[in-house]
């Protein structure tokens, strides 16, 4: 446990001369969040954005050759992977705790309160999106070199985007869904559940596989 806590703090290290590039990122939350009147969204915006910022270790570690730094250090891979995850889960916390405290303050700049529905969706769906993105592209990035799949990686997510934005607009599966939705709006709490939810059994599925890959590669 103690070198898993070293990984994490390895990992902030390395990472901590970026952290000041959210300020940018809530500043523009915040200005959306006004702009739409939804204090909520300032959540998933933030939350979504989180997962590429942590995308950028592999950056980070490809172009400053980390690979010899952490052959030296008595970190076992599992550590390190673990490590990973975990440092992105803490990450995506913080962050949500932190946007959660402004889109407060916007609901009050907007002297409008915050829907607790509404709140509980944006969070939870954007949790949700943050743990698929890094359970698909973690194992990518401890498999391949950053520069090689940054592209590759994200194209899925913008194709989904896109595919599902056409789906709304030219079918009608909103009213198809209506049932499951006005289900998910009388237990609130099942939201949480399920995002959350789905979001740490992806993360759980992902983790072993990328130790695998990631110890594949050094053998």
């Known amino acids: 446990m103690g070198n898993v806590l070293k990984s994490i703090r390895l990992d902030n290290y390395i990472l901590k001369a970026y952290y000041k590039a959210f300020i940018v990122v809530y500043v523009i939350a915040i200005i959306i ?14 939350v979504v954005i989180t997962a590429p910022f942590i995308g950028t270790y592999f950056s980070v570690y490809e172009k400053n050759n980390l690979s010899k730094l952490y052959g030296i250090l008595p970190l076992g891979k599992f550590e ?41 969706t944006y969070l939870s769906a954007s949790f949700l999106y943050f743990c698929l993105f890094i359970a698909v592209q973690f194992p990518i990035y401890f498999k391949y070199a950053f520069s090689k799949v940054y592209i590759f990686s ?15 607009n030219k079918t009608d599966i909103l009213k198809s869904l209506s049932q499951i939705i006005q289900y998910f709006t009388s237990h609130q709490n099942m939201i949480w559940v399920t995002g959350i939810g789905l979001g740490l059994i992806l993360l759980i599925i992902s983790c072993p596989l990328s130790y695998l890959i990631y110890k594949k590669n050094e053998l």
Do not use: E
Not at 90 to 108: E, K
Not at 155 to 165: D, E, H, K, Q, T
């Open 33 to 46: 969040g006004i702009i739409a009147k939804i204090p909520a969204l300032t959540v998933a915006i933030v």
């Open 80 to 120: 390190v992977v673990i490590g990973r995850y975990l440092y992105a889960l803490f990450l995506s916390i913080i962050n949500g705790i932190v946007s959660g405290i402004l889109a407060y303050i916007i609901s009050l700049f907007l002297n409008k309160g915050m829907d607790r529905l509404t709140f509980i």
């Open 154 to 168: 994200n194209l899925p997510f913008y194709l989904v985007f896109v595919i599902g934005a056409y789906i709304l």
